[in-house]
């Protein structure tokens, strides 16, 4: 699990902002704060975070200083080549030492000054990430950091979320009031639907949720 805090600047305090990566400590049944990150993103608000559900798990970042980051795990060891990280837990009927899993630090990062990445996705294997950059969006290999791709939709001239859906052959583009079926395959969008929404978010594999911003209600798409 990952979260962000933070704290504006005012006349007394500096701004703050953390972002914190917790493990879940099934013995003790609670959240262990892993690794904390100062300023990820400078000063900036993180503006989107998101796993990969590839082995092992990498934590993609983008923030309002222009880029999105990897991060991924690391192990600590000792002069003996064994893992570091011993903690001992407390609670209110047991007292025990376990040892932390990897760390995490900073992998990659993409600099991209031109435009403010406001969304990520991961596709289903974790083979490419899909980055929201305004009036287009870019998917990486996150492996290398190179651009597989860019693409712009006359139909969605401004992109505010983007959305893998099905194995990584669609992309979901959604702008501000409009979503964009784009098969990755064909390079081309196969259905444009007019709606004004709020968010949209991954249900299963082959389905998106939109949350209208009107009525507060829930659409479900799902490609066939």
């Not at 704290?7 to 703050?16: A, K």
């Not at 300023?39 to 983008?62: K, M, Q």
């Not at 991060?71 to 009927?93: D, H, P, Q, Y």
């Amino acid at each position: 699990m990952a979260t962000v805090d933070a704290r504006e600047e005012d006349e007394v305090f500096h701004g703050e902002r953390y972002l914190k990566i917790w493990w879940w400590d099934q013995k003790s049944g609670h959240w262990i704060l892993n690794t904390r990150v100062d300023r990820p993103h400078g000063l900036g608000r993180v503006t989107d975070l998101s796993f990969s559900s590839s082995s092992p798990v990498y934590l993609a970042t983008a923030g309002e200083d222009g880029n999105a980051k990897i991060w991924g795990m690391r192990t600590v060891k000792n002069r003996a080549g064994e893992a570091e990280g011993k903690l001992i837990v407390r609670s209110l009927f047991a007292t025990y030492q376990c040892t932390l899993p990897d760390f995490w630090a900073n992998r990659s990062t993409f600099n991209i000054r031109s435009e403010m990445p406001k969304s990520l996705s991961w596709s289903f294997d974790s083979s490419l990430l899909a980055i929201s950059l305004g009036p287009h969006v870019a998917v990486y290999d996150p492996e290398s950091n190179v651009i597989r791709e860019t693409i712009s939709s006359p139909e969605c001239p401004v992109t505010r979320a983007v959305c893998f859906v099905g194995r990584g052959r669609y992309l979901v583009i959604v702008g501000s009031q409009e979503i964009v079926l784009w098969d990755l395959v064909l390079q081309s969008g196969r259905f444009t639907f007019t709606v004004k929404c709020s968010s949209v978010d991954l249900d299963t594999p082959s389905t998106m949720v939109v949350s209208h911003s009107h009525a507060n209600t829930t659409g479900y798409f799902a490609r066939t």
